[in-house]
């Protein structure tokens, strides 16, 4: 298996496992790919990297390079992009504390607010605020992140009150944002937010007599973890979207908006592996492999029971596959990364690559049971390169009394 022309092994050879890689090309090739669908229909387009997705700072680099900004969701995300130097930089966090928002009006971020009451925990009120919507939806999509159980958001009732509220401060320019689903592969679900958060835009601007400097439809496209999945059809929903902008534009008084995304899966997921050495198969009532790595390194499965392939990295002379249980190292029932899942033959020794890790993957990883974080490479531009150190033993004891 190689990775952008380099041979896995080769890499494990020279940085062990368990090793998070990441392709540079696959990145800036979904970064052209969305932007191309976008601003060849749209003239105003800004792309915003979700940073909580992936925030090794070369990753970011690299997204940055291609023209995007940073959509930041901490103070260090904020940290990092004032220190990668980033024109654009969004600042979305729910439920923030009073230095967090200060943080980020201080660093000049914009500042999207999740809520009406933080409006008054900020010392510096900014020129600009955004509110995050939470739009009243088609119960019939399954959308994670909207409707009164969500806990993000404002809703319609109180954004208008939001905005009176904002402008009333002294703010002089508004955006409005959403977020409302993960990982959506079908195109017209884009087409049908736009459209919902213009009808939003449209009524705030009536009653409150503001303008949007920008329409935010947030992130939330989607990739196929698995084979049989299907490829969100960029075009399809760039086109979807872009025609709602326009006509929202024609038909409302809201101004003419930029148009803002904020990705972070769909530029990052597929872009990485979890490289993972197999340390030994156990026969019991299923036969499980064990990995030396687990869902202290890679969380998804357990949390959230997602899907990952994995892929031996050695081909086998057997093609023949059978179903196996493949397990991590932490001391819990529900560290299983891949459950019955038909695959070839695996001994004691073998490279694995657990993928499209590139999203939600290093950055939900954790020490639990005391095992160091794992290091990460870039392949790309530069060679195989080495973008964060694995930790050591010594570093678990950070801060504590045992450090020195
Ligand atoms: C506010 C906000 N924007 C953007 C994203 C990125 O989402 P995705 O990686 O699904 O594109 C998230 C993810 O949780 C988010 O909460």
Redesign the pocket.
């Known amino acids: 298996m190689k990775i952008n022309d380099s041979k896995v092994s080769e890499i494990v050879d020279q940085h062990d496992t368990p090793l998070y890689v990441y392709d540079e090309h696959k990145i800036r090739e979904q970064y052209r790919e969305l932007e191309e669908s976008l601003c060849s229909r749209y003239d105003d387009v800004q792309i915003n990297y979700?940073v909580?997705?992936n925030f090794n700072p070369r990753i970011a680099e690299i997204l940055l390079d291609e023209g995007a900004g940073l959509?930041c969701?901490s103070k260090a995300e904020l940290e990092l992009a004032d220190r990668l130097d980033a024109d654009e930089v969004m600042y979305?966090a729910p439920y923030n504390r009073k230095d967090e928002l200060d943080y980020a009006v201080e660093k000049g971020a914009e500042v999207n607010l999740d809520s009406v009451f933080l409006l008054d925990k900020m010392t510096e009120v900014p020129e600009m605020i955004c509110f995050?919507i939470d739009p009243e939806i088609d119960s019939d999509r399954d959308l994670m992140?909207a409707g009164g159980d969500a806990k993000f958001g404002v809703s319609e009732e109180k954004a208008v009150e939001a905005y009176r509220k904002a402008k009333g401060m002294g703010v002089e320019k508004f955006g409005i944002h959403m977020?409302t689903g993960?990982?959506v592969t079908d195109a017209s679900y884009f087409e049908y937010i736009t459209e919902r958060l213009l009808k939003v835009a449209e009524r705030i601007s009536k009653e409150v007599g503001i303008e949007f400097e920008f329409v935010d439809i947030?992130?939330?496209?989607g990739i196929p973890y698995r084979p049989e999945e299907d490829t969100l059809d960029i075009d399809a929903a760039a086109e979807g979207i872009v025609k709602e902008m326009k006509k929202g534009i024609e038909k409302y008084d809201i101004g003419k908006p930029e148009l803002r995304l904020?990705?972070?899966?769909?530029l990052t997921a597929e872009a990485g592996h979890l490289i993972s050495r197999v340390t030994g198969v156990k026969h019991k009532d299923t036969e499980y492999v064990g990995l030396d790595t687990g869902m202290h390194q890679i969380l998804r499965p357990s949390l959230l029971d997602s899907y990952h392939e994995i892929r031996k990295v050695e081909k086998n002379d057997n093609p023949e596959t059978q179903e196996r249980t493949v397990v991590g190292q932490v001391c819990s029932s529900i560290d299983v990364i891949a459950e019955e899942r038909e695959l070839p033959e695996l001994e004691q020794g073998d490279l694995v690559s657990i993928e499209d890790v590139g999203?939600?993957g290093f950055v939900m990883a954790s020490h639990w049971n005391s095992r160091p974080l794992p290091a990460e490479v870039l392949v790309g531009k530069n060679g195989v390169e080495l973008i964060r150190e694995r930790q050591n033993k010594e570093q678990i004891f950070h801060g504590t009394f045992l450090d020195d």
């Open positions: 979700a909580k997705s959509d969701a979305t995050r992140f977020m993960s990982n947030g992130g939330g496209l904020e990705p972070g899966r769909y999203a939600y």
